[in-house]
């Protein structure tokens, strides 16, 4: 039993982070129509800078307990990258999927090499900050407190999202403009703006999960690739462009990945990828395609 939660949590830790770069890659797709691979980039960016700031603010000082908000802050500053990558992505807007996808993997591989020109190619982590909170007993298991606290962080996110997509006028706009983009232009609606804001906010997504990761692991150059392998897991079990297809999609791949590695690692991928076929088979929509967000 105790066992089984241990797997359980660890399942759900590992989903809570793919659900926030799953859910960016969702929101632009939704609107923009664009399967942006670069969304591995960010989540990688992100863990190099949320070392870096976590580092910086406790050689300054600060008291470890408080590098959490380091790590967060700097999610929320690479909303910066955001607006750079959608301009590049105007390009290709009207084109062929095809050279979506060879855009945005292009920018993965620039993204590697100038992570490597900076960081370097050796693992970089944060320590022993992992543990600053300790470690928590649930139901005979043993916890890192942090685990939990970035469980906590991802379902306020996630509800958050639902808020503003659901209550809010850009929420609305949104979601009009993932349902008919030519109708809520001549309505009046700023596409150009709408476009940048919805990429800015799925950025930062994706460097919010790099960043609440990595205190759990270590930041790479290529780890951004390996997540989109994932990513693109989810996205075919929830559905394309449904918030809640990624929400539950991460949490099939999460726990099943976690049961796999705690089984037998070598069909860790094999089990996930299992699931997608027999998903494609079943529902080729995925589990809430066509359910709006």
Same mark, same amino acid.
């Not at 890659?25 to 670069?38: K, M, P, S, T, Y």
């Not at 949104?174 to 349902?179: K, P, S, Y």
């Not at 150009?192 to 460097?207: D, E, H, P, Q, S």
């Given at each position: 039993?105790?066992?089984?939660?241990?797997? $359980?949590?660890?399942?759900?830790?590992?989903?809570?982070?793919? #659900?926030?770069?799953?859910?960016?890659?969702?929101?632009?797709?939704?609107?923009?129509?664009?399967?942006?691979?670069?969304?591995?980039? #960010?989540?990688?960016?992100?863990?190099?800078?949320?070392?870096?700031?976590?580092?910086?603010? !406790?050689?300054?000082?600060?008291?470890?307990?408080?590098?959490?908000?380091?790590?967060? $802050?700097?999610?929320?500053?690479?909303?910066?990258?955001?607006?750079?990558?959608?301009?590049?992505?105007?390009?290709? *807007?009207?084109?062929?999927?095809?050279?979506? +996808?060879?855009?945005?993997?292009?920018?993965?591989? %620039?993204?590697?090499?100038? %992570?490597?020109?900076?960081?370097?190619?050796?693992?970089?982590?944060?320590?022993?900050?992992?543990?600053?909170?300790?470690?928590?007993?649930?139901? =005979?298991?043993?916890?890192?407190?942090?685990?939990?606290?970035?469980?906590?962080?991802? +379902?306020?996110?996630?509800?958050?999202?639902?808020?503003?997509? !659901?209550?809010?006028? #850009?929420?609305?706009?949104?979601?009009?403009?993932?349902?008919?983009?030519?109708?809520?232009?001549? $309505?009046? !609606?700023? %596409?150009?703006?709408?476009?940048?804001?919805? #990429?800015?906010?799925?950025?930062?997504?994706?460097?919010?999960?790099?960043?609440?990761?990595?205190?759990?692991?270590?930041?790479?150059?290529?780890?951004?690739?390996?997540?989109?392998?994932?990513?693109?897991?989810?996205?075919?079990?929830? =559905?394309?462009?449904?918030?809640?297809?990624?929400?539950?999609?991460?949490?099939?791949?999460?726990?099943?990945?976690?049961?796999?590695?705690?089984?037998?690692?070598?069909?860790?991928?094999? +089990?996930? *990828?299992?699931?997608?076929?027999?998903?494609?088979? $079943?529902?080729?929509?995925?589990?809430?395609?066509?359910?709006?967000?």
């Amino acid at each position: 039993m105790s066992n089984a939660l241990n797997i $359980l949590l660890s399942g759900v830790f590992h989903a809570a982070i793919l #659900f926030l770069v799953a859910a960016g890659l969702q929101l632009v797709f939704g609107v923009q129509r664009i399967f942006n691979l670069a969304c591995g980039s #960010f989540y990688a960016l992100g863990a190099y800078v949320g070392v870096s700031a976590a580092r910086a603010a !406790v050689a300054a000082g600060v008291p470890q307990e408080l590098f959490i908000l380091a790590l967060v $802050l700097a999610g929320l500053a690479l909303a910066v990258v955001g607006p750079l990558v959608e301009w590049l992505l105007r390009f290709v *807007y009207e084109r062929d999927e095809t050279f979506q +996808l060879l855009l945005t993997f292009a920018i993965v591989l %620039m993204f590697e090499d100038i %992570m490597r020109m900076i960081w370097g190619t050796s693992p970089f982590s944060t320590g022993g900050l992992y543990l600053v909170y300790g470690r928590v007993t649930v139901l =005979g298991v043993t916890v890192p407190v942090y685990n939990l606290i970035v469980i906590a962080a991802s +379902l306020l996110i996630a509800l958050l999202m639902g808020y503003v997509l !659901v209550r809010t006028r #850009f929420g609305r706009i949104v979601r009009a403009t993932a349902e008919n983009r030519e109708m809520s232009e001549a $309505l009046g !609606v700023n %596409m150009r703006a709408i476009y940048v804001k919805v #990429f800015t906010l799925g950025t930062v997504l994706g460097t919010l999960g790099g960043a609440l990761v990595i205190p759990a692991t270590a930041a790479m150059s290529e780890m951004g690739i390996e997540l989109i392998v994932e990513a693109f897991a989810v996205v075919v079990i929830g =559905g394309l462009g449904s918030m809640r297809g990624a929400f539950v999609g991460a949490l099939v791949v999460g726990v099943l990945r976690a049961v796999a590695i705690s089984t037998y690692p070598e069909l860790e991928m094999l +089990l996930i *990828y299992l699931i997608v076929i027999g998903v494609l088979v $079943l529902r080729p929509r995925g589990l809430f395609g066509g359910v709006a967000a």
